[in-house]
């Protein structure tokens, strides 16, 4: 139960989270994409600040949930984060929840506890070797850069989706390399400080984060989050499952953890068709002319694309 309460905590933090930096992102102008200059431009305004510092919160929580909880158990718990995001965005662009919203919120919690109490996931007790690493490694970077190559050569929502993706796969790998960092804790500060796990996973962490905030330049909070949400915990539970030996229930059990999944994933797409937040939430990318404020000056008149 402690890790049950602290996964939705940290679902809770990063929805807040996801929401500040969007609304931070889509001030940003377009051709920062893919760029340094976008993250030190995000730099300098609060909200982006915020979101930050809730995304820490939530990451704290998370590992706190991963000392005692497997990933299966604590990754699927985060796909929470997505109605709990849609309900602050909402708020936060004053958008009224229609019976809509609260539908496809139902589907979500229902499809997440379908898929719980038939997967009953137990904590593996398997440290993955070398070879496991190393494949695994090279197998998340093969997906991620495809990921981003196509999203380069797409456009609009498309872009934002698989940027989407991406970001939720490096955070899913984020995970597993903190399973692996929790670990070393009983050894105390001095083995955590020389673990090659904490390091990796700081470099994991600061790649999905720059992919994320990527995305949400991209394109609205609606066409990102679903992505990034559901993209996470699947990936993070066939981690477990593979390489710390996790154990779910199979046979007969597959049936109501496929229509979980089918559940999640329906409440994510009718999320995603919100019109009246994507509408609320625009689209970034607009671009920012120079303006006769001095030489090398920034315009504050955005013009849409």
């Not at 915020?50 to 820490?56: D, K, Q, S, T």
């Not at 001095?190 to 905030?213: I, K, N, P």
Request: with cysteine; net charge positive.
């Amino acid at each position: 139960m402690i890790a049950v309460v602290l996964a939705v905590l940290a679902a809770a933090a990063n929805a807040v989270a996801s929401v500040l930096q969007r609304q931070a992102a889509r001030g940003a102008p377009a051709d920062e994409a893919f760029r340094l200059g976008l993250i030190w431009d995000l730099l300098r305004r609060p909200a982006w600040l915020g979101g930050i510092a809730a995304l820490i919160a939530g990451f704290l929580l998370q590992a706190g949930a991963l000392t005692s909880g497997g990933l299966a158990l604590v990754q699927p718990l985060l796909v929470a984060e997505l109605p709990i995001t849609m309900l602050v965005a909402g708020w936060k662009f004053r958008v009224r929840v229609t019976p809509q919203t609260w539908l496809a919120v139902g589907s979500l919690t229902a499809g997440l506890a379908a898929f719980l109490v038939a997967a009953s996931p137990t904590p593996g007790r398997r440290l993955p070797g070398v070879l496991t690493w190393v494949v695994s490694a090279g197998v998340t970077a093969g997906l991620l850069a495809c990921c981003v190559a196509v999203a380069i050569a797409s456009g609009g929502h498309a872009r934002a989706v698989l940027l989407g993706v991406a970001a939720g796969l490096g955070f899913a790998y984020t995970a597993v390399l903190m399973k692996r960092t929790v670990e070393e804790l009983p050894g105390g500060v001095r083995t955590l400080a020389g673990s090659w796990s904490l390091w990796a996973m700081v470099a994991a962490g600061l790649c999905s984060l720059f992919l994320l905030q990527n995305a949400l330049h991209s394109g609205p909070l609606v066409a990102v989050q679903p992505a990034l949400t559901v993209t996470d915990p699947v990936a993070s539970t066939a981690y477990g499952v593979a390489m710390f030996g996790e154990d779910i229930r199979t046979g007969p059990w597959v049936v109501p953890e496929l229509t979980g999944m089918a559940l999640i994933l329906y409440g994510s797409v009718l999320l995603s068709r919100y019109a009246p937040l994507t509408e609320q939430a625009p689209m970034a990318g607009v671009r920012h002319r120079r303006g006769a404020g001095g030489p090398g000056g920034e315009g504050t008149r955005p013009a849409p694309r």
